[in-house]
């Protein structure tokens, strides 16, 4: 994503730019990455939007309990100290946080059933859910600008 930031947002000019990235790389889809590595990513990103007049609002990454593709991964845990991470950061440098995990994990940290096919990709009942939370991030990053 960092990579082909400038031309899926910067390019585009909006007025601001919701991200919401983690699980593949929590997933080591493209190889492994530290939690660290993750949120600096997000970080850069964030700093490349402000840097162009660019709102943002940094979002949780969605609960998974496991991984259909990459079973035994045991994600969860890692998806909450992400978010973790990622709401500190935002909260020391004035970013709005988009709290979608805790609008959609069930009892496991994982997310709600009926919310997701997969247990890790919202389907349009967990769209549902989020489209409300992310105009209300949108609306609150646009009055900070």
Not at 43 to 68: C, E, H, R, W
């Amino acid at each position: 994503m960092v990579l082909r930031f400038q031309q899926d947002v910067i390019d585009l000019k909006p007025k601001v730019v919701v991200i919401l990235a983690g699980t593949n790389d929590i997933a080591g889809n493209t190889g492994p990455m530290t939690l660290e590595q993750t949120r600096d990513n997000i970080i850069a990103m964030t700093q490349l939007a402000k840097a162009n007049g660019i709102s943002v609002v940094i979002s949780s990454v969605i609960p998974a309990f496991d991984y259909p593709w990459k079973p035994g991964l045991e994600p969860a845990g890692k998806i909450v100290a992400l978010n973790k991470m990622l709401k500190e950061y935002a909260s020391k440098n004035k970013i709005v946080y988009l709290d979608y995990f805790a609008a959609m994990a069930d009892e496991r940290n994982g997310l709600r059933k009926g919310l997701g096919d997969d247990g890790v990709h919202p389907n349009a009942e967990g769209y549902k859910i989020m489209a409300p939370l992310a105009e209300k991030a949108i609306a609150e990053a646009l009055k900070k600008k």
